[in-house]
C-alpha cells in the first residue's frame, strides 16, 4: 500500500513548496477533517473542468453538490480508513483517473488524504485492496459523513460521531436488519453477505437532527396520486440509501456502511410533481394529473383487475356565478363544491376526483356504470350553490382502449344531459 507523508516545520506545512515543485502533478491534499489543505495549479485547473470545483483552501471539499461529488466522497472514505481507492471520470471519449490515497503522518496515523489525477495514458492505477481496519471506533470520526461499521450479518460493531448523533439509541450491538423497513431485509441481507452494493430503506430510527436538514418534510408518494400531500408534515420516517464496501474490523469480515440521507430529494421532488399535477385552488389533480391517473387506471381495468367508470361533471352556471361575483367568489364556490364531492367519494373505495377544465370535473371511480350514475346524482342533489350536469361511462359496457376513446363516451353522455334541460345525469350507451 502506498503512503504519503507529512513535512512540517514547527506550525507551518510546506505543501505548497513540495508539490508545486514537481512539474505535471495534479493533486490536493484534505486534511482529516475533510478541509482542502493544498492543491496544484494543474489539479485546479482539471478539476475547475471535470468537477466545477473551485478548490478553495481552507473549505470543506468536495462541496458535495454534483453526484460526482459523492463518487469522490465515497472514495475519500476509503482513503480515511487506510486504503488506496480510484474512480474514472469520461471525458469526451478520454478516461481520467481519480485516486485517493491515505496521508499517514509517522508515529500519528493516518491524517488526511492526498487526491490525485491522471489520465488514462499515465500508467496503470494501483491495486484496489480491502482496507484493514483495527477495531479503533475514533478513526471512524475521519470519515466527513455518517458512517458504521457491521459484521456480515448486519450487527453495528462501531458508528462514527455523525452517525450517532442523529439515531435515538446507541446502534452497537443492535442489527441493521431491526432498524429498516422491513420490505428491504431480503435486499440488505444479500448485500452483507457480498459486502457491497446499495439498498434504499426507510429508517424510523434515523431523526432529522443535526446532521439532517431540520425543517419540515412533506411525505414521499408513490405514483397512486389519489391523495394529494399537505403542504407540511414532519416526517421521522427518513428515507435513507445504505452504501455497502467491504473491510477487515480487528482481523475479521466486516462491512462499512454509509448513510445518504435523500427524504428532501424526495420532497422536493413531490412537490415538483404536485406543482405540475395539482390544481392548487381547489386541491384535486389538475388536467395533466387526470389524464395520467385515467390512462393508469385504464390499462388496470383492460387487464381485468378492476371495475372502472368515468363520471364528467359540469357546473352549468360557472360562468353565471364568475360573472355576477368575480372570479375569486366563483373559485371560493368551487372549492366547497369539490370538499362536499370528496367528503362524498371518500368512503367509495377507488375515486379520485380531478378537475378538467375551470368549470368540469372527472371522477374516476371503480364501480360499474349504473354505481356511478348514483353517486353522480347524490352529488347533483347535495350541490347547494351550483347546478350541475353529468355523463358517465363504464369500461365493460363500452371496451374502450384508449383514454381519449373513454372521456369521449363521458362526454358524449354529459352533452345529453346539457342537451336535454342540464340538471340530469346520462349514462353512455353500449357501443
Known sequence: MKYYYVFCIGNMTVWGGVLDSCPGLLCCVINSKGKLLHATNGYKAVASRLFGHKCEEGRNYPPMITELDMGIHEALTAAY???????????????????????????????????????ENQGKSPAVVTPVIQSNPEILNAVPFRAGI????????????FLASCVRADLVGRNILELVSPEVNSDLTHILMKRSGSAECTMPDILAGEN?????????????????PPDTEIDTQRRVILHASPLEWNGSQAVMLTFEDVTDFMRNHDQLRRLLTVDTSVGVLNRRGTEHMIRRRLNDAIEGREHLSLIVIRVDNFRIIHDARGYMSAERII?????????????????????????EFMILAGCTGAAAVVMANEIRGKSKDVVISAG???????????????VDAAYSALNEAVEAGGNATVLARNS
Do not use: C, H
Not at 216 to 226: K, M, T, V
Open 81 to 119: 480508513l487506510g486504503d488506496t481507492n480510484a474512480i474514472e471520470i469520461s471525458e469526451a471519449g478520454k478516461i481520467w483517473e481519480l485516486t485517493a490515497s491515505p496521508l499517514k503522518i509517522d508515529g500519528q496515523g493516518i491524517a488526511g488524504v492526498v487526491l490525485r489525477i491522471a489520465s
Open 335 to 359: 372549492r366547497g363544491f369539490v370538499r362536499m364531492m370528496q367528503r362524498l367519494i371518500r368512503e367509495r373505495k377507488g375515486s379520485v376526483i380531478g378537475r378538467w377544465s375551470d368549470d
Open 392 to 406: 358517465a361511462a363504464d369500461i365493460a359496457d363500452g371496451g374502450y382502449m384508449s383514454v381519449s376513446e373513454f
Open 150 to 161: 457491521v459484521n456480515t450479518e448486519g450487527v453495528f460493531l462501531a458508528v462514527n460521531k
Open 212 to 228: 439532517f436538514y431540520p425543517f419540515d418534510i412533506a411525505p414521499y408518494r408513490d405514483e397512486e396520486l389519489s391523495e394529494i
